[in-house]
């Protein structure tokens, strides 16, 4: 009789033991599966953010810009482009980092066919004339060096003719630019949606005659921009003026659609940084790509197994702006940031914000809006 209690005792001991381990598994497998769709569902909002944001730039540009921008162009008198290549770094070559010089001689060493220039702060103005006022607000610190190099890419571009390649471009072999309707950049597939660009175009590699109308309309926008603000409306401001461009003139977009695919792997050399060298791959990678885009901004270091891996730190902030975002698309779903009194002024329970910048604070409340330029008390 106790043998039988025993036996059956142990059973429901382990019956509750099982249970209890289910019930555990389960709750552990829910509990992932809630925080998988929450931030799957709140990186889907930031993505709506994000078009939003582009959607009510494109709107401000449109009504400020678009009678600059003619229907077509006329045909380009000269297409054949043999201007030199540009390559901007205001210190000049002996404050380079690193990763810039490495990128810089592979520019050298595989361009045969038309000299390479580097830009500086010292020889600037040899080649091309800016404005005084950018200059002023460069030295006064309102305007980066970042932007500097888009409004000088332009400007060269338009008067000089060429290619324009950022300093952060590693070439691996020579490389050929066909004859454009009215500019060549790179351009390749891929399904985002949520940048400006959308990869029609990149702005680190441009190619065009002298005397381009296309270039000339660019450097018209960029230009009556910085007279009339002193903050820049989006990081990418560049590529809002080729949109619009593109969206409003027949011949820069037939120009844009019929441009090739090409660097399937531009950004593919970046996130193999860290990883275990594989000659193999590397050689694959190369044949089907010459140019690609790095980053000085990371931090580098060598070792004996790897390309050039990056630190741990760099990939952790990369998660960690993903969920910051996350965050901020749901604080911004809650407070419901949605009375606009005119392009860049915002009412949130009476408070005006006219911020520059990327989020506003309000207590421990953070709101999320585009960087409108504002004018006005």
Same mark, same amino acid.
């Given at each position: 009789?106790?043998?039988?209690?025993?036996?059956?005792?142990?059973?429901?001991?382990?019956?509750?033991?099982?249970?209890?381990?289910?019930?555990?598994?389960?709750?552990?497998?829910?509990?992932?599966?809630?925080?998988?769709?929450?931030?799957?569902?709140?990186?889907?909002?930031?993505?709506?953010?994000?078009?939003?944001?582009?959607?009510?730039?494109?709107?401000?540009?449109?009504?400020?810009?678009?009678?600059?921008?003619?229907?077509?162009?006329?045909?380009?008198?000269?297409?054949?482009?043999?201007?030199?290549?540009?390559?901007?770094?205001?210190?000049?070559?002996?404050?380079?980092?690193?990763?810039?010089?490495?990128?810089?001689?592979?520019?050298?060493?595989?361009?045969?066919?038309?000299?390479?220039?580097?830009?500086?702060?010292?020889?600037?103005?040899?080649?091309?004339?800016?404005?005084?006022?950018?200059?002023?607000?460069?030295?006064?610190?309102?305007?980066? #060096?970042?932007?500097?190099? +888009?409004? =000088?890419? /332009?400007?060269?571009? &338009?008067?000089?003719?060429?290619?324009?390649? $950022? %300093?952060?471009?590693?070439?691996?072999?020579?490389?050929?630019?066909?004859?454009?309707?009215?500019?060549?950049?790179?351009?390749?597939?891929?399904?985002?949606?949520?940048?400006?660009?959308?990869?029609?175009?990149?702005?680190?590699?441009?190619?065009?005659?002298?005397?381009?109308?296309?270039?000339?309309?660019?450097?018209?926008?960029?230009?009556?921009?910085?007279?009339? #603000?002193?903050?820049?409306? +989006?990081? =990418?401001? /560049?590529?809002?003026? &080729?949109?619009?461009?593109?969206?409003?003139? $027949? %011949?820069?977009?037939?120009?844009?659609?019929?441009?090739?695919?090409?660097?399937?792997?531009?950004?593919?050399?970046?996130?193999?940084?860290?990883?275990?060298?594989?000659?193999?791959?590397?050689?694959?990678?190369?044949?089907?790509?010459?140019?690609?885009?790095?980053?000085?901004?990371?931090?580098?270091?060598?070792?004996?197994?790897?390309?050039?891996?990056?630190?741990?730190?760099?990939?952790?902030?990369?998660?960690?702006?993903?969920?910051?975002?996350?965050?901020?698309?749901?604080?911004?779903?809650?407070?419901?940031?949605?009375?606009?009194?005119?392009?860049?002024?915002?009412?949130?329970?009476?408070?005006?914000?006219?911020?520059?910048?990327?989020?506003?604070?309000?207590?421990?409340?953070?709101?999320?809006?585009?960087?409108?330029?504002?004018?006005?008390?």
């Amino acid at each position: 009789m106790y043998r039988t209690i025993r036996l059956y005792g142990s059973k429901i001991i382990n019956i509750v033991r099982l249970s209890s381990f289910l019930r555990i598994r389960t709750l552990c497998v829910l509990f992932i599966q809630l925080i998988r769709d929450f931030f799957n569902f709140h990186f889907k909002e930031c993505c709506f953010f994000e078009n939003q944001k582009i959607d009510s730039i494109r709107r401000w540009m449109d009504e400020h810009y678009c009678d600059m921008v003619p229907a077509t162009f006329p045909s380009l008198q000269e297409k054949s482009n043999n201007g030199p290549v540009w390559i901007f770094w205001y210190q000049g070559e002996s404050a380079m980092p690193e990763i810039v010089k490495i990128c810089y001689n592979s520019i050298v060493s595989n361009i045969h066919d038309r000299p390479v220039h580097l830009l500086t702060k010292d020889n600037i103005a040899s080649h091309v004339t800016l404005p005084n006022y950018i200059y002023d607000r460069l030295n006064r610190g309102e305007l980066s #060096y970042t932007h500097f190099s +888009d409004i =000088l890419r /332009i400007c060269l571009l &338009f008067n000089k003719g060429g290619i324009w390649m $950022d %300093s952060t471009l590693l070439i691996t072999d020579s490389i050929s630019i066909p004859a454009p309707d009215y500019f060549h950049s790179i351009k390749i597939v891929t399904g985002s949606n949520t940048t400006i660009s959308a990869y029609r175009w990149a702005t680190f590699f441009l190619a065009s005659t002298h005397d381009n109308p296309a270039f000339g309309t660019i450097q018209s926008i960029f230009l009556k921009y910085l007279q009339e #603000y002193n903050k820049m409306i +989006d990081y =990418l401001l /560049i590529d809002y003026i &080729f949109d619009l461009i593109y969206r409003k003139n $027949d %011949s820069f977009r037939k120009s844009v659609d019929t441009m090739p695919y090409t660097s399937p792997y531009l950004h593919q050399l970046l996130s193999e940084m860290n990883q275990p060298y594989n000659e193999e791959k590397f050689d694959r990678i190369k044949r089907e790509t010459t140019v690609f885009k790095l980053n000085h901004r990371l931090s580098y270091y060598e070792t004996a197994d790897c390309i050039w891996p990056y630190s741990l730190s760099q990939r952790f902030s990369r998660y960690y702006a993903w969920f910051y975002t996350a965050w901020i698309a749901h604080n911004v779903r809650k407070i419901g940031l949605h009375t606009e009194v005119e392009p860049g002024l915002y009412l949130v329970n009476g408070k005006k914000y006219i911020e520059i910048g990327d989020y506003c604070l309000n207590g421990k409340k953070t709101l999320y809006r585009p960087q409108f330029p504002y004018h006005g008390s």
